[in-house]
């Protein structure tokens, strides 16, 4: 087993991982930058290092500073968590060379998956079900037109290195596309120095469900079933479940083994997501795949009664599997909401400021995720979210009803936040049937702001 990890990352998912490791006796080193001195990660750690100034770039992205703290303070593994450097090859690489245990898969793999044309094209060639599209990235505009006119509109434009939103634009005719193919490329080269698009169809309204996998270093690779992920705003998540209310026993074993399949023609090892979009016909399109933890990896936790973030670091550290598919079966249903330091309106910005009061709700089946307390002052250069709160029942409704009761406990006084939206979806009569999709969320705003200009 390891013995000291390096958390390359900040806030709850640092948090988490650094609690992950008390429990299996593993010490632990924080980074944090000049913005995060009094977060919970810096605090609760065995060691806590200064990386750099507030700025991402010069701190959670300064590869440079990461590395020199991980070998100062004798590190045998790094852990990166979700965004910043968790998807980065060449972190990944550097972090081998030092002799330090990069706890995701190879630097080989999340190249290759980073890719979002060349994962299409491996999958694909894997029989996973892929959405019709170019083969490869775009170069110009009249291979984008011919393309487009071969897929058939509507087309949406993406950039190859990306994700979250970034690099993407929906065209429904040649002007749109035109336009959107320039704009797509500016953003995916601000965003990730890269900016190599390519074209998939637009499914008109469809779900996003993902497909946690773990894979360990002797070829055994498990699902443990899907995640609904439809409800997003601006490509941004703001509630998950795990099951889908979508999905039945069939399908759910079909898009399981279509995502191992895809994980195996890679050798996938350590945790990752396979995404999928779910037409109305209940046809599966394989969208991405992310070689890391997620966001909402709780309700996966929850569901199947594992501890993903401990099962990474077994898997670092050599360990086989200790379950095989047939183990896997899930119980109950669980919801997450991202807690944001941000109203959910059609025009709201973040909200940044000082916990002036908290009070967090308990009870059966309550877990809540977070690196804030009451009188700590959220920085205004990360990420809005700073807490998870996830809510487990028998069924659906049962987890319904709990995460209600848990959200009118919440109290968050002194900045906006997600709370006042997550109240309202839990009483949503779409919701609470499971009648929705990706485009559920921004309809749902627009029919909310004219209801109150009334």
Known sequence: MLRRILVANRGEIALRIIRACRELNIETIAVYSEGDRE???????????CIGPAASQKSYLNAQNILAAAVA????????????????????????AHNLVFIGPSPQQIELLGDKSRAKATMKEAGVPVVPGSEGAISNEQELIESAEEIGYPVMIKASAGGGGKGMRLARD?????????????????????D????????????????????????SIVHFGERECSLQRRHQKLIEECPSPAVDEALRAEMGRAAVLGAQAVGYRNAGTMEFLLDDAGKFYFMEMNTRIQVEHPVTEMVYGIDLVKEQIRIASGNALGCSQQDLVPKGHAIECRINAEAVRLNSRPSPGVIEELFVPGGCGIRWDSHVYQGYAIPPYYDSMFAKLISWGADRAEAIERMKRALQELTVEGIETSVPFHRAMMEDARFRAGHFSTDFLEQWLEETELSNKE
């Open 39 to 49: 977060s919970l990660h810096a605090k609760w750690a065995d060691w806590a290092v």
């Open 174 to 194: 040649r002007q749109e596309l035109l336009k959107g193919f320039h704009t797509a490329r500016s953003e995916a080269a601000a965003a990730f120095n890269n």
């Open 73 to 96: 303070y004798g590190a045998d593994a790094v852990h990166p968590g979700y965004g910043y450097l968790s998807e980065s090859a060449l972190f990944a690489e550097i972090c081998e």
């Open 196 to 219: 190599a698009v390519y074209l998939e169809k637009f499914i008109e309204s469809p779900r996003h469900i993902e497909v946690q996998l773990l894979g360990d270093h002797h070829g």
